[in-house]
């Protein structure tokens, strides 16, 4: 089992709906987590972070965490064609010991079709 | 200002080569992380530096990979001997602060697409 897990997808949304991804993870030790979107061939992009219980919004997007169920989530709301991209998941430790390193689910791809 | 470049792009080698990758950090970012992406895969990651020191390679795959920040900004990553299972997008990122932040963000460049032959 992978320490972050992620459905694959393709997840397909219609233009001007809301697509709602899902991450959990083993780790309990895990203490913040961040969002990255990914274009094919380019590089991972932050797009939000999170670190306390509940929800934190930016702009047309939405983390939420839920440390009990070991759970993270991104809604993408009003999402349109140039939200189709791979999103990934990554968990960190704060843990001194662990280092600074993010540990990455494998990505969901999603399709926002006109 | 700048964000954190890689160099090259892509490289192509022949199995048994080695290959030299470099990475230039935002300016200013006291870590920097090396990590692997395989095709259809997350990023894994393969190694940690704070300044110049290397304070996690728990990550690398072999012996064959090294890497090095001897001044605390340029890094390498070398891998000796490459083998087709090397292939893949080595990525570097940097983040300005030190440990123990939990909004500390890394900020990743554009990656380098090794092919082995």
């Known amino acids: 089992q992978k320490e972050v897990e992620q459905n694959s997808g393709p997840l397909s949304v219609p233009e001007g709906a809301i697509a709602s991804l899902n991450c959990t993870y083993s780790?309990?030790?895990?203490?913040?987590f961040f969002w990255y979107r990914q274009y094919s061939g380019k590089s991972p992009e932050l797009i939000m972070f999170?670190?306390?219980?509940g929800d934190k919004e930016d702009g047309r997007f939405t983390a939420q965490l839920n440390k009990a169920s070991q759970y993270v989530s991104l809604l993408i709301r009003d999402s349109q064609p140039s939200d189709s991209a791979t999103y990934l998941c990554a968990a960190k430790q704060l843990i001194k010991a662990a280092g600074n390193k993010l540990t990455f689910g494998g990505g969901t791809r999603v399709l926002v079709k006109p | 200002g700048a964000g954190v470049s890689q160099s090259p792009r892509y490289k192509v080698a022949k199995r048994g080569q080695d290959v030299a990758l470099r990475c230039d950090p935002i300016s200013g970012h006291v870590s920097l992380f090396w990590y692997q992406q395989a095709l259809g895969q997350g990023p894994e990651f393969l190694t940690y530096f704070q300044n110049e020191a290397q304070l996690d390679k728990s990550g690398l795959p072999s012996d064959r990979f090294f890497a090095e920040r001897p001044e605390g900004s340029v890094s390498t990553l070398k891998i000796q001997r490459t083998q087709q299972e090397d292939s893949a997008v080595y990525l570097c990122?940097?983040?300005?602060?030190?440990?123990?932040?939990?909004?500390?963000?890394?900020?990743f460049g554009p990656g380098t697409r090794l092919l082995v032959l």
């Open positions: 780790d309990r030790g895990s203490q913040s």
């Open positions: 999170i670190y306390s219980n």
């Open positions: 990122a940097s983040s300005l602060v030190v440990t123990g932040v939990p909004q500390e963000t890394q900020y």
